[in-house]
């Protein structure tokens, strides 16, 4: 299954992967793109990942979320330029109860963020551009014409491995 796409998020076909009669909860959570930030406004956004280790962790993320909860996870992610208003990222986890679907949805969101090795570049309206990753903001970037000064030092490996209910490690 892959997690990061290039063309537009169908919300519909999401949701399909993870409906059913026995899930009577559904919770979806769609990330778009906002024209701000920090103050600041935003024209539009690139995203780029390292792709198999964002494939990697993604599939990891959607398995943990299964075995904690009795969900059932579908996760999308794009990646490119994207415009004001497009979605970006895409989860739709559903249950029998709708407990379980909310707890799995923001589970997997806050996870991707924390985790997965997906970079934004924010273009801005004066011309400027920023790297904002994985970690947080990597600085400002962007005298330059295409705004690829420097590097993208936000980007912190993450230890994974095996955790407990509770979110320890064991």
């Not at 063309?7 to 906002?34: K, W, Y």
């Not at 600041?40 to 280790?53: D, F, I, K, N, W």
């Not at 295409?146 to 955790?163: K, L, M, T």
């Amino acid at each position: 299954m892959s997690y990061l796409v290039t063309d537009q998020i169908d919300v519909g076909a999401l949701l399909a992967l993870v409906q059913s009669p026995e899930r009577g909860g559904v919770a979806c959570f769609l990330g778009t793109v906002r024209n701000h930030h920090h103050g600041r406004e935003v024209v539009r956004l690139e995203y780029s990942a390292y792709g198999p280790m964002a494939e990697a962790e993604c599939g990891r993320i959607v398995a943990e979320a299964g075995s904690r909860w009795d969900v059932v996870v579908a996760l999308r992610h794009r990646i490119g330029e994207l415009d004001i208003g497009d979605t970006a990222v895409a989860i739709a986890a559903a249950s029998a109860h709708r407990d379980e679907a909310f707890l799995a949805c923001r589970y997997v969101i806050e996870e991707v963020k924390r985790r997965v090795p997906i970079w934004k570049r924010e273009m801005y309206a004066d011309g400027t551009a920023e790297w904002v990753g994985a970690g947080g903001e990597a600085g400002k970037r962007g005298s330059g014409e295409d705004g690829r000064q420097g590097s993208r030092e936000a980007y912190r490996p993450v230890e994974v491995g095996a955790r407990d209910s509770d979110g320890t490690r064991s």
